[in-house]
């Protein structure tokens, strides 16, 4: 479907040289003289890159229609990753550069989001934050304050994180996918 520029708003997901962007941002401008034009910042759902650009007058563009989608991660077969919709449990494989850091994260039956554009899987957004238990981790010494109170720990991904002097192996904690930081251990 084809939108005028003045149809623009955030969240709105576009399609633009073959790719799906979603608008962040927008500013309608009418200046002085000449015509009005919006400049706005779109994120592409591929990559997550944020791109500035601006369009003139009665200029048109092609909407894209993005379809949110559940998946369960199932399993890792060499550098493929295999998902399960939700919906019609159709098994989905993507690579592991398509993923990228995303991968230290991923552990048995965790349920992720996904974007579709026309059967094509655009992304795959982690929850904000996971539990995972401590597989391997040096004892924290007392009184060591050279580290700044945090110490690597293995986590049951294989992925290294940091976290406090007083956890210990077997002791499960909540990591920030986003950052890949400790936020607080659970009982």
Do not use: C, W
């Amino acid at each position: 479907m084809t939108i005028s520029i003045n149809e623009l708003k955030s969240g709105l997901t576009i399609l633009l040289d073959t790719k799906v962007y979603q608008v962040v941002e927008y500013q309608h401008v009418k200046p002085g003289k000449g015509s009005a034009f919006v400049r706005t910042k779109l994120r592409d759902l591929k990559n997550g890159g944020i791109q500035e650009v601006t369009f003139r007058g009665e200029q048109k563009i092609e909407e894209a229609f993005v379809e949110q989608r559940k998946l369960q991660y199932l399993y890792r077969s060499g550098d493929m990753f295999h998902f399960m919709d939700q919906s019609n449990f159709e098994e989905i494989a993507v690579s592991g550069d398509f993923l990228d850091d995303k991968v230290k994260f991923l552990k048995d039956n965790l349920e992720v989001l996904s974007s579709f554009y026309k059967n094509e899987i655009l992304n795959i957004i982690l929850p904000n934050f996971i539990e995972f238990e401590i597989t391997h981790t040096e004892p924290g010494i007392r009184g060591d304050t050279a580290r700044s109170g945090f110490k690597p720990a293995e986590i049951e991904t294989h992925a290294t994180v940091q976290v406090p002097l007083f956890i210990g192996i077997g002791d499960k904690i909540k990591i920030d996918t986003r950052t890949g930081d400790y936020i607080e251990r659970v009982s």
